[in-house]
């Protein structure tokens, strides 16, 4: 058998298709080890390419999806990585995912969906990321009509229900837990453990290799406590949304209040300045928080008048975000950027006003990341100021100086592109009346605090006149003279 697997790739094309169906339908053979279906199940992996470049493949599909697709529909899932037969499911999965989106594949497609929906629901984490790839790419490709065979609205109250369970396990995903540390797997409940695992976790045993290190094995969790998954969620309702607007537009009004719940949770104080605080674990939870503003600033325009009765929770968890959001992923800082500046793009941008003094911190608005510096001031500091000139009216004169300061220090930032150096003194220009009418609003009238502003943005401007007249000016006149004069001996010589 293992000569037989070590000879796939060799020989005519017709004799290694059939090669190939003897792998498949090793795979479905009850009596075959799993360590013997894993070696065929990577066979298969490895020479895919052939295989879908092949005359005969519409026969191989045909043969094989079939029998893949009763492997995973029979077959119960596994939550230890380093099992055969999991890793045998993971690459039919990632088999299928890989399989050419043509015609070919559309008479299968009705029944690759329905086993997708169902491996949701019951698979670990590792497989149901594959099986959400795999249902969202089928469903952008082939567009199906909406139809009750793939129950969308059986997918969507999944959704809901892993979203309203999300404040339950809160306590839980972050309560430090121990090292599991076991003579062998077969002391512990793998059921148990599953109830409080959100994420990928080791076991380690008293088992040592030949190598004299530990044999270790890493528990998957359920699809429906990975915070990975939750993760890939709200894209693919969006997706829904965007095939099946009719169909699905009250269930995904439904989802609003769940999605400001969810954006406004955070781990207790004390479990954050625990020592053994797992930041990964925190890493992955605010990631699904962003995924899900992110849907929410996708629907926002749709939904507004919903939304507007939850925008005071909508802005207490941006701030928490951008409070709470870690230093070392800026990636994810961005994210929560670009989702808020979507937010901050329609009328409920008024429900800032009461914490505009938080978006001033320049360690909540950007973090204290090493390369937020280069990487993510300018949009930043944009959508800052697109907020700051929408609500400038409404803004008390405290507010008002912490902007003039903070934009004030941008005009003279050269680390910062000209395009905000410019947007920077636009901004300070358009402040000028309104603290003129802040100041007398406030009773200040002529007194210190307003005038003291207003001077502060003369001043700036002086100074950064000063600044061209002595540093770009005599670049710039320099340049237009070596042009001057090139441009007139270039026409002395044609003369």
């Known amino acids: 058998m293992m000569t037989a697997m070590a000879s796939g790739?060799?020989?005519?094309?017709?004799?290694?298709?059939?090669?190939?169906?003897?792998?498949?339908?090793?795979?479905?053979?009850?009596?075959?080890?799993?360590?013997?279906?894993?070696?065929?199940?990577?066979?298969?992996?490895?020479?895919?390419?052939?295989?879908?470049?092949?005359?005969?493949?519409?026969?191989?599909?045909?043969?094989?999806?079939?029998?893949?697709?009763?492997?995973?529909?029979?077959?119960?899932?596994?939550f230890i990585a380093e099992y055969n037969i999991q890793q045998v499911r993971k690459l039919i999965l990632e088999m299928i995912h890989r399989?050419?989106?043509?015609?070919?594949?559309?008479?299968?497609?009705?029944?690759?969906?329905?086993?997708?929906?169902?491996?949701?629901?019951?698979?670990?984490?590792?497989?149901?990321?594959?099986?959400?790839?795999?249902?969202?790419?089928?469903?952008?490709?082939?567009?199906?009509?909406?139809?009750?065979?793939?129950?969308?609205?059986?997918?969507?109250?999944?959704?809901?229900?892993?979203?309203?369970?999300?404040?339950?396990?809160?306590?839980?995903?972050?309560?430090?837990?121990?090292?599991?540390?076991?003579?062998?797997?077969?002391?512990?409940?793998?059921?148990?453990?599953?109830?409080?695992?959100?994420t990928t976790t080791p076991i380690h045993t008293e088992k040592k290799l030949m190598d004299g290190s530990v044999v270790t094995y890493n528990l998957i969790p359920r699809s429906v406590l990975s915070l990975k998954v939750i993760q890939e969620l709200p894209i693919i309702v969006v997706l829904m949304y965007q095939l099946y607007k009719q169909n699905v537009h009250q269930e995904v009004s439904n989802f609003i209040p769940l999605i400001m719940e969810t954006i406004t949770l955070q781990p207790a104080a004390n479990h954050r300045q625990s020592a053994a605080f797992n930041k990964e674990v925190f890493v992955d939870f605010m990631g699904a928080q962003i995924k899900t503003l992110a849907f929410l600033a996708y629907i926002i325009r749709i939904y507004q008048e919903t939304i507007a009765n939850h925008a005071t929770l909508m802005v207490k968890g941006i701030i928490g975000l951008l409070t709470l959001c870690p230093p070392e992923v800026a990636h994810l800082r961005k994210e929560l950027v670009?989702?808020?500046?979507?937010?901050?793009?329609?009328?409920?941008?008024?429900?800032?006003?009461?914490?505009?003094?938080?978006?001033?911190?320049?360690?909540?608005?950007?973090?204290?990341?090493?390369?937020?510096?280069?990487?993510?001031?300018?949009?930043?500091?944009?959508?800052?100021?697109?907020?700051?000139?929408?609500?400038?009216?409404?803004?008390?004169?405290?507010?008002?100086?912490?902007?003039?300061?903070?934009?004030?220090?941008?005009?003279?930032?050269?680390s910062l592109p000209t395009s905000i150096q410019t947007m920077s003194c636009k901004l300070l220009l358009n402040m000028v009346d309104c603290v003129r009418q802040r100041s007398e609003a406030e009773g200040t009238g002529t007194q210190p605090q307003g005038r003291q502003l207003l001077m502060r943005i003369l001043e700036v401007f002086v100074l950064k006149f000063k600044t061209i007249s002595k540093l770009q000016l005599p670049a710039l006149m320099a340049k237009w003279l070596v042009t001057y004069f090139y441009d007139l001996l270039q026409n002395l010589n044609i003369q």
């Open 99 to 198: 399989l050419p989106m043509n015609e070919t594949l559309r008479p299968y497609l009705k029944s690759i969906l329905i086993l997708m929906l169902k491996l949701m629901e019951i698979e670990n984490e590792e497989n149901v990321l594959v099986c959400l790839k795999i249902f969202m790419e089928l469903h952008k490709h082939y567009r199906p009509p909406y139809s009750a065979d793939v129950d969308i609205h059986k997918f969507l109250q999944w959704v809901k229900c892993i979203y309203s369970d999300l404040p339950n396990h809160l306590p839980k995903i972050f309560e430090p837990k121990p090292t599991i540390r076991v003579k062998d797997l077969s002391e512990i409940s793998i059921e148990q453990l599953l109830q409080e695992t959100y």
């Open 338 to 414: 670009i989702a808020t500046r979507h937010v901050l793009a329609t009328d409920l941008r008024l429900k800032f006003v009461p914490y505009m003094e938080r978006l001033f911190d320049e360690d909540v608005l950007l973090g204290r990341g090493w390369t937020v510096h280069e990487s993510l001031r300018p949009l930043a500091y944009s959508t800052l100021a697109d907020l700051v000139h929408h609500v400038r009216q409404h803004l008390p004169l405290t507010d008002l100086a912490l902007a003039a300061h903070l934009f004030a220090k941008n005009v003279h930032d050269e």
């Open 9 to 78: 790739g060799s020989g005519d094309p017709h004799t290694q298709m059939n090669t190939y169906r003897s792998y498949v339908t090793m795979l479905a053979d009850s009596g075959a080890k799993d360590e013997i279906k894993l070696k065929a199940a990577q066979e298969l992996s490895e020479n895919f390419e052939v295989i879908l470049n092949s005359p005969q493949y519409p026969q191989f599909l045909d043969h094989s999806l079939k029998i893949f697709l009763k492997i995973l529909q029979d077959g119960d899932p596994h």
